[in-house]
């Protein structure tokens, strides 16, 4: 029997392409060997079965080829319950090799350290702050803490379609990456229509945001809108967005942070200081003694962003660099590198 990649990064056989991509971050990061020294041997060989599951699943080629025959029949060999010299359906069978595919035979030769650290650094060209919920479209409706709404709420929900009476006022929230780790409470004035009702014409509603709180996240105000019919009001709801920081990017519940070092260090080792966001800032300094290569990257268990759920639980810091090179090196440094430096 050959291996179920989809077992192996936790998805069903139906998952979907963003349920492959979850599934490999979140099993690369509980099976990465920085995490597991304990138990590194298991460790890294599940984390080499994880790298090689993603490779597959999130090719449209090998992953056709392997819903259909297996890994028996990704790499070349008779499809599960086949007999010797069995032939493949779709005319597979004369394929050159006896595998399908036209003889498409995989093999994994992929390093999972590159594959993890380049999925991770693909994340800084992705934006995680907007976007994230059908409201996006109601550009203009965010406003600050303490801001006004610019006029009755009824009014912003018009041309929409259908009665207001059943559509919420919905409004962004932005916070910074400080305040979704630590915790914050966002004072919000509203200004509303009453007719029947008799309340103020302007409130302050209080969100208390929590400690892990993601993009997208939704907090509801019964009843604190326009009055919509007669004794009965529109709720409010505030959607938490996340505001671009200079450091970090956020990747679920872990933390990113990209450093460039010379090459020198990544050939010999190095400190890096990362600045935490506790409101009692903390610097980590972490020291980095693997060589380091353009795919490397330093898992620092703990020390992500909080869970809301789970309280003392954290995700990781997951630490990517890029390498810059000397401009130039005079002959006598080149002649001592030939000497000192190994050609393979």
């Keep these: 029997m050959g291996k179920d990649y989809y077992a192996i990064l936790g998805v069903d056989r139906n998952a979907s392409q963003d349920e492959i991509k979850k599934g490999f971050r979140r099993m690369s990061l509980k099976w990465h060997p920085d995490k597991n020294q304990d138990k590194l041997d298991e460790a890294t060989k599940k984390f080499q079965d994880i790298a090689e599951a993603w490779d597959v699943l999130s090719d449209p080629e090998k992953k056709n080829i392997y819903d259909q025959y297996g890994e028996e029949g990704l790499k070349g060999g008779p499809p599960p319950g086949a007999g010797e010299g069995a032939g493949y359906a779709g005319g597979f069978g004369n394929a050159p090799g006896g595998g399908p595919g036209g003889g498409f035979r995989y093999q994994f030769n992929g390093n999972p350290n590159d594959i993890f650290a380049q999925f991770f650094k693909d994340s800084f060209q992705r934006s995680n702050s907007f976007g994230e919920t059908p409201f996006e479209d109601m550009g203009g409706m965010g406003f600050g803490p303490m801001g006004g709404?610019?006029?009755?709420?009824?009014?912003?929900?018009?041309?929409?379609?259908?009665?207001?009476?059943?559509?919420?006022?919905?409004?962004?929230?932005?916070?910074?990456?400080?305040?979704?780790?630590?915790?914050?409470?966002?004072?919000?004035?509203?200004?509303?229509?009453?007719?029947?009702?008799?309340?103020?014409?302007?409130?302050?509603?209080?969100?208390?945001?929590?400690?892990?709180?993601?993009?997208?996240?939704?907090?509801?105000?019964?009843?604190?809108?326009?009055?919509?019919?007669?004794?009965?009001?529109?709720?409010?709801?505030?959607?938490?967005?996340?505001?671009?920081?200079?450091?970090?990017?956020?990747?679920?519940?872990?933390?990113?942070?990209?450093?460039?070092?010379?090459?020198?260090?990544?050939?010999?080792?190095?400190?890096?200081?990362?600045?935490?966001?506790?409101?009692?800032?903390?610097?980590?300094?972490?020291?980095?003694?693997?060589?380091?290569?353009?795919?490397?990257?330093?898992?620092?268990?703990?020390?992500?962003?909080?869970?809301?759920?789970?309280?003392?639980?954290?995700?990781?810091?997951?630490?990517?660099?890029?390498?810059?090179?000397?401009?130039?090196?005079?002959?006598?440094?080149?002649?001592?590198?030939?000497?000192?430096?190994?050609?393979?």
């Design 149 to 344: 709404m610019g006029g009755p709420m009824g009014g912003m929900m018009g041309g929409m379609g259908g009665s207001s009476a059943a559509r919420p006022a919905v409004f962004n929230v932005t916070c910074t990456l400080e305040e979704l780790y630590n915790g914050t409470t966002k004072k919000m004035k509203v200004k509303r229509k009453s007719t029947t009702l008799k309340r103020d014409e302007e409130a302050v509603l209080e969100v208390a945001v929590k400690p892990g709180w993601k993009a997208g996240t939704k907090i509801t105000f019964t009843g604190e809108g326009d009055e919509v019919q007669p004794g009965k009001a529109q709720d409010i709801i505030f959607i938490i967005r996340e505001a671009k920081h200079a450091e970090f990017t956020r990747e679920g519940s872990n933390l990113l942070v990209h450093r460039r070092i010379p090459l020198v260090d990544a050939l010999t080792g190095f400190k890096v200081d990362v600045a935490t966001l506790d409101s009692a800032q903390r610097i980590l300094r972490i020291n980095v003694k693997d060589m380091v290569t353009p795919n490397y990257s330093k898992v620092v268990k703990g020390e992500g962003m909080p869970s809301s759920k789970q309280a003392g639980l954290k995700g990781d810091l997951i630490i990517t660099f890029d390498i810059t090179y000397p401009s130039a090196l005079s002959e006598d440094v080149k002649e001592q590198l030939k000497k000192i430096l190994p050609r393979s």
